[in-house]
């Protein structure tokens, strides 16, 4: 998948490359940005991802000597095909290590084809936080969605997102139901609109952040079934991170009424 666009902000960022960018996903440059090349070719410093050993996240340090003393020395190597490997030590255990290979040429451009752990092993942990609030079925279509779109495969990655979005809307709208303000002024139409506007209208009942910016999910009211591999690679992470509001919103309410709970048993148990 190949992005024409060369401007400084769309060429990703060394951290970008290693944990957001899809593998086979390739991003061209030219004179203008070739410091951001350098950038990733040259990288030194830490990168904040899951440890498979650890099975907890962890910050790799990334501490390599230069390879080639001069940016003439890079053009010069990048004028053919080049694979660079990028290895990360735990910062726990130095002999845990994160892994990340891609194809540097000055014709085609940068290409990610290999990372360790998998975009798939990281989303095993991000779901550890949101295994209260996320049933089973949708934690397995989660962490197929990461796999599939860290494999480049852009429409059956966004499908499983859809479906989990589409779910947490529904679970706001149940809540909605119950109350009758709200049922009086959307209830009967509700189910005919298109899912900005279900946004929309369940505003009170959703997280701000995800409200104020439709553009995060209003591709959805289009429907995905023409949408090319590319642009769904695109829209994934905006996808991704809608459904992650949503998801420590009601963390963070699930957190609220326990303590609240725990207050009440607690001042309970101080009369008796």
């Not at 506007?197 to 439709?214: A, T």
């Amino acid at each position: 998948m190949e992005q024409d666009k060369v401007s400084d902000n769309d060429f990703p960022t060394p951290n970008e490359f290693f944990l957001s960018v899809a593998m086979y996903e390739t991003y061209k440059w030219d004179d203008t940005i070739f410091d951001k090349v350098l950038d990733l070719c040259k990288f030194q410093g830490a990168i904040d991802t899951y440890c498979v050993e650890c099975k907890d996240r962890s910050l790799f340090v990334v501490n390599y000597p230069d390879h080639w003393a001069s940016r003439a020395d890079f053009r010069t190597k990048l004028q053919d095909p080049y694979i660079l490997v990028v290895q990360a030590k735990c910062s726990r255990v130095k002999q845990h290590i994160a892994c990340y290979v891609f194809r540097v040429y000055e014709k085609d451009g940068v290409t990610k084809i290999g990372q360790y752990p998998s975009a798939a092993d990281a989303a095993k942990q991000d779901l550890k936080k949101y295994r209260k609030v996320l049933n089973e079925e949708h934690q397995k279509g989660y962490t197929k969605a990461l796999g599939l779109f860290s494999h480049g495969v852009g429409a059956g990655s966004i499908v499983y997102l859809r479906k989990i979005f589409e779910h947490l809307i529904e679970e706001a709208h149940q809540e909605a139901s119950k109350d009758g303000a709200w049922m009086s002024a959307h209830g009967e139409r509700y189910l005919r609109l298109k899912m900005a506007n279900k946004v929309k209208v369940l505003k009170d009942f959703l997280p701000s952040d995800l409200v104020q910016h439709p553009k995060l999910y209003g591709f959805l009211s289009q429907g995905l079934h023409n949408c090319p591999e590319e642009e769904c690679l695109k829209l994934f992470p905006m996808l991704r991170l809608a459904i992650e509001f949503i998801l420590s919103q009601k963390l963070e309410r699930l957190d609220k009424k326990q303590r609240r709970e725990a207050l009440e048993k607690l001042l309970n148990s101080t009369q008796t």
